[in-house]
């Protein structure tokens, strides 16, 4: 792998993690297109710690309000939320450990990364568009849970973790950047799990200097997504995501079959 493959997977890592388009998706998809083999474990594993420092480093205050508040004050809003986003983390957590190594045999193919990507732009399109927004934007320990557990289904690439908990956020009635700012906080437990645990499967000669490029990539990439998503969102829908994934889940399925 040369310099420049890893900055392009590094960007392309930045982009699919947070934007609801699916990195997962993308990172298999990059190196069929360009007819390349798979990049490997060790490059993915340091990809996600890039996005997962990036977010951490956004979010920073945040968090600190959260864990403050959580230990100091866990009947208040913020010290309950801390708890929630815990607890919400389990059920995806669960479906990680259990069912990752089926899911990435059974739908790592490109038709059937190309059909999630089309059938599951279609919901986060029908919530974006119908769902009914609560003004006042009562978050439940109730909404947070439901939004957990539908990030179970993003162990299939192509879902998207980011679009499937935007879209669950929506359909309980939370608002756009309501809803980015709750994916991206449940994206934080659920990226450094995966992270640690595939870190155990590391050895030094898997540490070079395309692997640091990539990360490099992934991290500086990462952090202009998340601060560009967030302003976009205010006064945007989510079209923009869901017509991007409608184009490459039917890009996929005709170049499956021309080729």
Known sequence: MTIFDAVLLGLVQALGEFLPISSSAHLVLVPYFRGQIYQGLAFDVMLHAATLLAVLLYFAKDWVVLIKDGLTRPTSSQGKMIWYLAAATIPAALAGLLLNDWAENAFRNPLSIALCLIVFAGFLFWADHNAKQDKEEKISFKTIM????????????????????????LLLGLSRPTSARISFLLSTPIIAGAALLEATKLTASDFNLVLFWGF??????????????????????????????WLLGATIIIFYFCR
């Open 146 to 169: 439901l939004i957990g557990c539908a990030q179970m289904l993003a162990i299939m690439p192509g879902v998207s973790r980011s679009g499937i908990t935007i879209t669950a956020a």
């Open 216 to 245: 490099l990539s992934a991290f500086v990439g990462a952090l202009l997504v998340i601060g560009w998503l967030m302003k976009y969102i205010k006064t945007h829908s989510f079209d923009i995501f869901v017509y991007y994934r």
